[in-house]
């Protein structure tokens, strides 16, 4: 008797609404909805998800801006998903937040998936201090954030290598002609393995980087175990090459910023 090949589209939902990244050096509560602090080297801020409460829209954004002050930060950015209870939408666009980014929720299961790479682009499982250097090099100008410090990089290469030997993950690189261009992580819940955090440096577009780190962040899932693949992907950039390699496309999460 074979196991199931992919997950039903209730899982993918609901693991897409739960998928909450929580950054070292941050804090996070959960009471009404999720709440993760940035530290200052992501450019700080509160982002909000993950709403299931008994309270009305308007009472769980109050709750939300009053701990984003009590954090004493300026901006709260909230992630909408259709499995938040309640919606917080339309109360959102009613106190004049900004809509500032969307992202399509892809999945597709790993069994007989392939991604085709150019010989020109190579990948690789992060495992030392020079490519978390090379990482940093990356994520810096494509995400705006500080650079890592030495404390910061070792602190990075400890939490790469402890989800890799773990097997909850990895992180992954790849290079353009040798050169480190792209990179992106996974990490395995529930037999999801979700791909995080690509970014590919402006000038390196279009010459296979992000499908090289996509490839190889499959190869890892599927030895990991993991049956179904999500992604949250960007509509102008990694949403057509997900489409072209067989995702599918499960819904959008668009997101909200209030100054408060």
């Given at each position: 008797?074979?196991?199931?090949?992919?997950?039903?589209?209730?899982?993918?939902?609901?693991?897409?609404?739960?998928?909450?990244?929580?950054?070292?050096?941050?804090?996070?509560?959960?009471?009404?909805?999720?709440?993760?602090?940035?530290?200052?080297?992501?450019?700080?801020?509160?982002?909000?998800?993950?709403v299931q409460s008994s309270l009305d829209a308007t009472a769980v954004l109050d709750r939300a801006i009053e701990r984003?002050?009590?954090?004493?930060?300026?901006?709260?950015?909230?992630?909408?998903?259709?499995?938040?209870?309640?919606?917080?939408?339309?109360?959102?666009?009613?106190?004049?937040?900004?809509?500032?980014?969307?992202?399509?929720?892809?999945?597709?299961?790993?069994?007989?998936?392939?991604?085709?790479?150019?010989?020109?682009?190579?990948?690789?499982?992060?495992?030392?201090?020079?490519?978390?250097?090379?990482?940093?090099?990356?994520?810096?100008?494509?995400?705006?954030?500080?650079?890592?410090?030495?404390?910061?990089?070792?602190?990075?290469?400890?939490?790469?290598?402890?989800?890799?030997?773990?097997?909850?993950?990895?992180?992954?690189?790849?290079?353009?002609?040798?050169?480190?261009?792209?990179?992106?992580?996974?990490?395995?819940?529930d037999g999801f393995v979700r791909l995080w955090g690509a970014a590919t440096l402006a000038e390196a577009r279009g010459?296979?980087?992000?499908?090289?780190?996509?490839?190889?962040?499959?190869?890892?899932?599927?030895?990991?175990?993991?049956?179904?693949?999500?992604?949250?992907?960007?509509?102008?950039?990694?949403?057509?090459?997900?489409?072209?390699?067989?995702?599918?496309?499960?819904?959008?999460?668009?997101?909200?910023?209030?100054?408060?």
């Open positions: 008797m074979t196991g199931p090949t992919m997950h039903t589209v209730d899982d993918i939902m609901r693991a897409s609404a739960a998928w909450v990244w929580f950054p070292r050096d941050g804090e996070h509560e959960n009471a009404e909805l999720q709440l993760v602090r940035y530290p200052p080297r992501l450019g700080g801020g509160v982002t909000a998800s993950m984003t002050r009590a954090w004493s930060e300026q901006t709260l950015t909230f992630w909408t998903n259709a499995s938040d209870s309640p919606q917080l939408e339309q109360e959102l666009q009613r106190r004049g937040a900004a809509h500032t980014d969307t992202v399509a929720v892809f999945a597709r299961p790993i069994d007989g998936l392939s991604v085709e790479v150019p010989a020109t682009v190579t990948a690789e499982v992060v495992r030392t201090l020079e490519q978390v250097r090379e990482v940093d090099a990356v994520n810096v100008p494509v995400w705006g954030q500080h650079p890592l410090d030495e404390q910061g990089l070792q602190d990075e290469l400890a939490e790469v290598t402890a989800g890799r030997e773990s097997g909850d993950g990895a992180r992954v690189l790849a290079r353009l002609d040798d050169r480190a261009v792209s990179t992106g992580g996974c990490t395995i819940v010459h296979g980087a992000y499908r090289a780190v996509l490839a190889e962040r499959l190869r890892i899932g599927a030895e990991l175990g993991a049956i179904t693949a999500i992604v949250k992907g960007r509509i102008s950039t990694s949403a057509p090459i997900l489409a072209r390699a067989g995702f599918r496309h499960y819904g959008d999460e668009r997101a909200y910023v209030l100054s408060v």
